[in-house]
């Protein structure tokens, strides 16, 4: 009553270079996916451009007001 040798079957898995889609679910509905997350974060991406764009223009104005000056 020792052991027996069980004969196995292996399994292999290949993809054919034809068939290979790599990034295709990144692509896949697209629009849809960013409306989706801009719709999900419009608060935080409102907070996180408000003080960019206003100290952008601010700066933009302060340029301008000190050319006109030293006309």
Do not use: C
């Amino acid at each position: 009553m020792g052991k027996q040798p069980v004969k196995m079957r292996a399994v292999v898995y290949a993809l054919s270079p034809f068939q290979q889609k790599i990034m295709s679910g990144l692509w896949k509905d697209l629009p849809a996916k960013i409306t989706h997350k801009v719709s999900e974060n419009w608060i935080s991406a409102t907070l996180l451009l408000t003080p960019l764009v206003g100290t952008y223009t601010y700066v933009q104005n302060f340029k301008e007001k000190e050319k006109l000056e030293h006309r």
